[in-house]
């Protein structure tokens, strides 16, 4: 997956707009990140990449930058 | 109260930690024959472990039919007819709307629904049950209340206590009662995991006034139900909530 599909992955998620993401943003400047969302991304990361996400890793996630990394 | 279970034979499933081990200690202190089922072996073996002589155990995966109809058959070849059915095999799922697929569902109605259906369909059969029978499933509050991002689990529950419903009107003419027991939230390894996630994300817990249940309190409703001093409840879904319905 290259790293305009992995972000277009978490725009939808989120329901942003494409280009809303950057690798940068930080996750709490994200209002969409919220309990679902993060719940969404531990099924999505298992769904799309075959990667089970702990609660402790959801925890040190800060930027989208860890989630693109986590990703790999 | 003599539960008077000494020598009866029972199938458990979910034997292998939780509340299914613990039920199947409480019924082997009794003095009945368990035959605890679970995927996974090492828990199962620590159950036997833990049981002694009365309990028995079969690893065996509940999704796949022909290994459940083996099993019964089984069982009954070896223990005799059998007395009763406890269901307590399970999983859980914390899935928002935006990622709900049918994929998603029928694993966790494969576990939770369809193979408590099997299980039933095939424990029910004449030669494979004694009449006045009792069989305990377990459900959850989940069946009767809402939950962010726990529709599959919650959709499972109630497809859980709708059979039952069901099952106690055709089985009555045999005297074979069927009940399910509606928890909230109790202190086993699937539902500390569960909590810590839930902690993680910043999701809401139970909040149940008397607070979480210990397993020993859902097995022995499980016991009293199976017992002979219970036979005209069926049909119906015993709360062990700490009062997170009230």
């Known amino acids: 997956m290259t790293l305009e599909e992995k972000i277009a992955l978490l725009e939808d998620m989120l329901e ?14 994200i209002d969409e990140y919220d309990s679902m969302a993060k719940l969404s991304l531990i099924v999505l990361m298992d769904d799309e990449c075959g990667k089970k996400l702990t609660g402790e890793q959801i925890r040190e996630f800060k930027t989208v930058q860890d989630i693109l990394d986590f990703m790999d | 109260m003599d539960l008077n279970l000494l020598c009866k034979t029972y199938l458990i499933t979910g034997a292998g930690s939780g509340i299914g081990r613990e039920t199947s200690l409480v019924l082997a202190r009794e003095g009945a024959n368990v035959v605890i089922m679970d995927i996974n072996p090492q828990g199962l073996a620590e159950t036997a472990s833990l ?3 009365r309990c028995h155990p079969i690893v065996v995966d509940l999704t ?5 109809s083996e099993v019964v058959f089984q069982t009954v070849e070896k223990y005799g007819k059998l007395d009763g059915l406890v269901h307590c095999a399970g999983i859980s799922s914390r899935k928002p709307l935006n990622v709900l697929s049918k994929n998603g569902f029928s694993k966790v109605m494969d576990v939770n629904f369809y ?46 206590d709708a059979f039952v419903r069901c099952m106690a ?24 995991k569960a909590k810590e996630m839930n902690a993680a994300v910043g999701a ?29 409840i069926t049909g119906t879904s015993i709360l062990i909530d700490g009062g997170a319905c009230v």
């Open chain 2, 169 to 192: 009107l055709e089985l009555a003419d045999r005297k074979i009662r069927i009940n399910s027991v509606m928890a909230a939230e109790v202190l086993t390894p699937l539902a500390l």
């Open chain 2, 115 to 160: 193979s408590f259906v099997e299980l039933v369909k095939q424990c029910a059969k004449k030669k494979h049950i004694n009449d006045g029978a009792s069989i305990v499933v377990m459900s959850s509050i989940s069946s009767i209340k809402g939950y962010k991002a726990k529709t599959e689990y919650c959709v499972s529950k109630a497809a859980v």
């Open chain 2, 64 to 68: 796949n039919e022909t290994a459940v």
């Open chain 1, 16 to 29: 942003l707009d494409g280009g809303s993401l950057k690798p940068e943003t930080e996750l709490c400047n």
């Open chain 2, 204 to 232: 809401s817990d139970f909040n149940a006034p008397l607070g979480p249940s210990a397993p020993y309190e859902v097995a022995n409703t499980i016991a009293f139900l199976l017992s002979d001093v219970t036979k005209t």
């Open chain 2, 51 to 53: 049981g002694g002589d």
